[in-house]
């Protein structure tokens, strides 16, 4: 069996593969380990979405971060940090959605709630209350403080379990009853294939429809104050923020898909948000910025299972930015796919063919 996509997901896919069945199992990837996507993301861990499906997906997975040091025996704890995730409404229109969301949430066991106003500035120090009209706020969700270690771990424990990581551009053709991984030098055979490219996926599988959306992260220097607790995402203005564990902010402007983030348009959506928001933020320069894309679909869900009128091919892809905190679930349902499973309702529903049957799953809670 053959992974193409050595970020989190790909090499999820390869632990479940391998911890179920045992099976040869090859992971190729252009650039090595994290090399995109999962490389740069801020690490987020959230259980607040507007779907079942993601809900269910999210939920599983967190119980999989929190045992994570056991189960992939890893060398560093990554350090999980459930400080909790709110988002907050300005307007009538985001609450009722957070109010749906919260719904959907609380029936599938998510201990998230609704916050008036006051209730919000009591959770978070320095929030003005005058500025939201009300919030969302699940204490479980959180944030590793070294996210890379998390995808690092995953990586040591395939290969202690045989997985073998090979690096190189691949092409994929149909071969008889399987299929050839073309990748610089080496070429590979399989009997199946899972691609968790990315953003890259549809080089490799064309019929996906995957496009790459820009995305920036906005870092100030470490600042030893606790200033900002927990995870604060404003809906209406499009801006979240967090303070990491080495004592650096970490902002970004969530409309900004698009060139143009050098011209300090993002930071100045940024620091208008802060002034009215989190005034005690206003202040701390955010002097570096990391660029990075989600790899997006037409209703920002995951493209998960088999791909129809290709037997043997497999995609993992399109998370709109929550493939990190989806990675755990998604690899167990994918190798179950991969090793011929009846298909669980999240692969029914995130399957590659819904496009066309016009069967999308719109996800309200994507930031």
């Not at 900002?228 to 409309?255: F, I, M, T």
Request: proline content about 6%; overall charge neutral; glycine content about 10%.
């Amino acid at each position: 069996m053959a992974i193409i996509g050595a970020g989190i997901t790909g090499l999820s896919v390869a632990f479940h593969l391998r911890e179920r069945a045992g099976a040869t199992v090859v992971v190729v990837d252009r650039a090595g380990v994290g090399a995109g996507a999962s490389g740069v993301q801020p690490g987020g861990i959230r259980q607040q979405w507007g779907t079942r499906v993601n809900c269910l997906m999210a939920r599983a997975s967190l119980r999989f971060y929190r045992e994570l040091v056991a189960r992939l025996d890893a060398r560093v704890d990554p350090g999980f940090r459930a400080c909790g995730y709110m988002f907050v409404a300005h307007s009538q229109a985001a609450l009722d959605g957070l109010r749906a969301n919260v719904r959907v949430q609380r029936e599938l066991g998510i201990p998230s709630l609704l916050l008036t106003p006051a209730e919000a500035a009591d959770v978070v120090p320095g929030l003005d209350p005058a500025t939201v009209v009300g919030a969302s706020f699940c204490e479980e969700d959180g944030y590793f403080d070294r996210p890379q270690s998390v995808v690092e771990a995953f990586a040591d424990a395939v290969r202690r379990r045989g997985v073998s990581i090979e690096h190189g551009g691949a092409t994929l053709r149909k071969s008889g009853e399987g299929w050839v991984i073309d990748a610089g030098s080496v070429q590979l055979r399989a009997a199946a294939v899972v691609v968790a490219a990315g953003e890259w996926t549809p080089a490799v599988v064309p019929d996906v429809p995957i496009r790459a959306e820009p995305r920036y992260l906005f870092l100030s220097d470490r600042i030893s104050e606790r200033l900002l607790e927990p995870l604060v995402v404003s809906l209406d203005r499009r801006v979240a923020a967090k303070q990491l564990a080495d004592g650096r902010l970490l902002a970004s402007d969530l409309a900004a898909t698009g060139e143009g983030w050098e011209d300090e348009r993002s930071r100045a959506t940024i620091r208008a948000t802060i002034r009215r928001l989190l005034p005690r933020l206003e202040y701390v320069p955010l002097a570096h910025v990391v660029a990075g894309a989600y790899d997006v679909t037409p209703d920002r869900q995951a493209i998960l299972g088999p791909v129809p009128g290709h037997e043997g091919l497999f995609v993992a892809a399109g998370f709109s930015g929550h493939g990190f905190m989806m990675a755990p679930e998604v690899g167990r349902l994918v190798a179950g796919a991969v090793l011929g499973d009846e298909p669980e309702q999240a692969l029914r529903e995130l399957s590659p063919d819904r496009f066309a049957r016009g069967k999308l799953v719109p996800e309200p809670a994507v930031v």
